[in-house]
């Protein structure tokens, strides 16, 4: 699978961005997809991720209530809805999957994506 994010950009705090992650790959649909992100000086942290069937989600306290994912496995695409964003969202956001259901280590992905920049100022 090779993985292919878009959408970030600079926003205002309380601003929306949705970003995508176009997947290659006819097997999309067997895949937990998640979403990481990375800030300068820090190291990479899970944010959210979905089943293959898209019926599970699971996010990082901090974005509960703000940030939903969601797929579309007939467009082979998973999205990241985030609303309400905050400074300490400003980080670059990568699309990762994983064979696993459930998976949420970095370690359990073994396809990334090249990441997208998304910055909120205050």
């Known amino acids: 699978v090779q993985l292919v994010e878009s959408g970030g950009g600079l926003v205002q705090a309380g601003g929306s961005l949705r970003l995508s992650c176009a997947a290659s790959g006819r097997t999309f649909s067997s895949f937990t997809m998640g979403w990481f992100r990375q800030a300068p000086g820090k190291e990479r942290e899970f944010v959210a991720f979905?089943?293959?069937?898209?019926?599970?989600?699971r996010y990082k306290d901090s974005v509960k209530g703000r940030f939903t994912i969601s797929r579309d496995n007939a467009k082979n695409t998973v999205y990241l809805q985030m609303n309400s964003l905050k400074p300490e969202d400003t980080a670059v956001y990568y699309c990762?999957?994983?064979?696993?259901?459930?998976?949420?280590?970095?370690?359990?992905?073994?396809?990334w994506g090249q990441g997208t920049q998304v910055t909120v100022s205050s």
């Open positions: 990762a999957a994983a064979p696993l259901f459930g998976a949420y280590r970095i370690g359990e992905y073994d396809c």
């Open positions: 979905i089943s293959g069937s898209g019926v599970s989600t």
